[in-house]
């Protein structure tokens, strides 16, 4: 496993040993994490890798068969309320009441927490997610990405220290994906500690201090994400357009990967070069061209790929 073995602050999160099983299918086997207070710390996996187990255990919503969880220094129980006063959660489609307006859904949500929210502190927390202009709508005559910043301003209500979202950008438009983007960082600039999850690869790039990356229960790479990616070394993306077969393309030379998207191919090289020029010479040989080329340097794409053999960007993960 490619794992960061540099940080050594105070822990906001640590996980020792923690399973789930569901009949025979393992979700969770065995996972160990910590993660630093104060960082943003993205959990990415191909759909079924069993990212939203570990995060519903990790937060409390999910009892574990076997393993460890301590937030912000105490053991995460089921009878741990202090604790669980001081984290927020944001699910995957967290359930907006229809007949409130967003500033009447932070007043009650506020009360559910057992604190008072004036009606200022309320349009203030609606100002740090901008709905401000939103504040007596109802979640019907909001967008996507409105809905998703409010779902964020209730996760926030009770001021946490530790915030998880779980695929926090699924569903919006890049525009809105960019905004609720700055949002997540600005929490950071607040000293607040972030655990996400998602399956846009970009989206841990942009945000995330460390990346984790769980395949079938485990985790297999832990690290920054530059780090993670300059791993691969000298690793090269090749795609292009060409009617060669399987057989031909994997006999190319320096090729660890070969995938084909449709009309097109998706090579993974450990030295471009070489591969490119044997490439041209079977196209000529058999007399296709070689169109849409494009070759491009080490992603964390392509680490996912290699750890996986999965693409992360296919459908939102519902496990």
């Known amino acids: 496993m490619v794992i960061d073995h540099e940080y050594r602050q105070p822990q906001a999160i640590k996980v020792n040993g923690l399973r789930k099983s569901y009949g025979a299918n393992l979700a969770v086997a065995g996972l160990d994490l910590e993660v630093t207070a104060g960082e943003i710390f993205a959990l990415l996996g191909p759909n079924g890798a069993g990212k939203t187990t570990a995060l519903n255990m990790i937060y409390g919503l ?6 460890t969880v301590q937030l912000l220094g105490r053991p995460m129980t089921p009878g741990a309320q202090a604790l669980k006063a001081q984290i927020g959660v944001q699910l995957q489609a967290t359930s907006l ?40 709508a109802l979640p019907d005559k909001m967008s996507g990405g409105q809905q998703q910043r409010l779902a964020l ?6 001021d946490p220290a530790l915030i998880f979202l779980d695929e926090p950008t699924a569903g919006l438009d890049p525009a809105a994906r960019r905004d609720l983007w700055e949002l997540i960082r600005s929490l950071r600039r607040r000293g ?8 846009y690869l970009e989206e ?4 995330a201090d460390r990346v984790g990356i769980m395949d079938r229960g485990r985790l297999v790479a832990l690290d ?9 070394g000298q690793l090269s993306t090749i795609q292009l357009t060409v009617a060669l077969t399987a057989a031909q393309i994997n006999a190319l030379p320096a090729v660890q990967l070969a995938r084909r ?7 993974q090289s450990v030295d471009a070069p070489a591969t490119l020029s044997a490439l041209f010479a079977q196209a000529a040989a058999v007399g296709q061209p070689v169109a849409d080329l494009v070759v491009s340097q080490p992603k964390l794409e392509d680490l996912f790929l290699e750890l996986t053999g999965r ?9």
């Open 311 to 319: 693409s992360a960007q296919l459908e939102v993960n519902h496990e």
């Open 62 to 67: 999910l009892a574990p068969d076997a393993g």
């Open 224 to 232: 920054r994400p530059a780090a993670l990616t300059a791993s691969l």
């Open 261 to 267: 998207e449709g009309e097109r191919w998706l090579l």
């Open 153 to 158: 301003a209730l996760a926030l209500v009770n």
């Open 204 to 207: 841990a790039e942009a945000l």
């Open 97 to 136: 009441l229809p007949e409130l307006t967003a500033l009447e859904q932070l007043l009650l949500f506020a009360r559910l927490y057992g604190q008072r929210l004036s009606r200022a502190e309320a349009l203030e927390l609606l100002a740090s997610v901008d709905l401000s202009a939103m504040a007596a």
């Open 192 to 199: 607040k500690t972030v655990l996400f999850t998602t399956h």
